[in-house]
């Protein structure tokens, strides 16, 4: 069965940090690229980030570049998002998915599995 575990959500002071885990199990997990998308209430599910199968490519979207890094551990099958100077604007659910295709991922295409979600709250 393949599933997606997403953790490390929580309430967070702006400007303090944390870091999100998506575990992976039931798949192959080199041969898929992982994203991170987040959705706050009454607003469109948005796309944050993305890294390819391999690690070596990474992307951002603008709202959070320079404060988020995304990364992956093949060893652990776990990728991981670490958000820096938060604001209370990053507030949501934030869900990791998967695409066996980088290039996809990163245009909101997501033809593999999704988590359940962890909420990241962030208070001003």
């Known amino acids: 069965e393949v599933q997606l575990v997403e953790s490390g959500g929580g309430l967070v002071q702006a400007g303090g940090s944390l870091r999100l885990s998506c575990a992976a199990s039931?798949?192959?997990?080199?041969?898929?690229?992982i994203g991170w998308f987040r959705q706050a209430p009454g607003k469109e599910r948005e796309g944050i980030s993305c890294?390819?199968?391999?690690?070596?490519?990474?992307y951002y979207a603008d709202s959070v570049k320079g404060r988020f890094t995304i990364s992956r551990d093949s060893a652990k099958n776990t990728v991981y998002l670490q958000m820096n100077s938060l604001k209370p604007e990053d507030t949501a659910v934030y869900y990791c998915a998967t695409d066996p295709d980088y290039k996809s991922l990163v245009a909101g295409i997501v033809r593999g599995s999704w988590g359940q979600g962890t909420q990241v709250t962030v208070s001003s």
């Open positions: 039931g798949f192959t997990f080199d041969a898929y690229a």
């Open positions: 890294i390819s199968k391999s690690g070596a490519s990474t």
